[in-house]
Nanobody, 115 residues
Framework: QVQLVESGGGLVQPGGSLRLSCTAS????????MNWYRQAPGKQRDLVST???????IYADSVKGRFTISRDNGKNTVYLQMNSLKPEDTAVYSC?????????WGQGTQVTVSS
């Protein structure tokens, strides 16, 4: 059974930081590209960042220079370090594992940036 479990969300003030984690089980984690998506209320789900199986990282323009994605294949975990958070970063953040035609999702974790 495949599971992706996110953690690390919460309430933070503007300018603050959070680190999200997503731990996978039931897949050969090192084969998969790992993605972080987010969806704000009333908006479509957007791709925030990707880290390929080779460690290549890609970021949405809105988070470049503020967010850092990384992975630890030994722990089957992908991270999203989020710094200089803004109210517009408020959303449910979900991780996604993708390899060939296979795609798996976590349940999501809420991030709220507010004073």
């Amino acid at each position: 059974q495949v599971q992706l479990v996110e953690s690390g969300g919460g309430l933070v003030q503007p300018g603050g930081s959070l680190r999200l984690s997503c731990t996978a089980s039931g897949i050969s984690f090192s084969n998969y590209a790992m993605n972080w998506y987010r969806q704000a209320p009333g908006k479509q789900r957007d791709l925030v960042s990707t880290i390929t199986r080779d460690g290549i990282t890609i970021y949405a323009d809105s988070v470049k220079g503020r967010f850092t994605i990384s992975r630890d294949n030994g722990k089957n975990t992908v991270y999203l370090q989020m710094n200089s958070l803004k109210p517009e970063d408020t959303a449910v953040y979900s991780c996604n594992a993708k390899w060939l035609s296979l795609s798996y999702w976590g349940q999501g974790t809420q991030v709220t940036v507010s004073s």
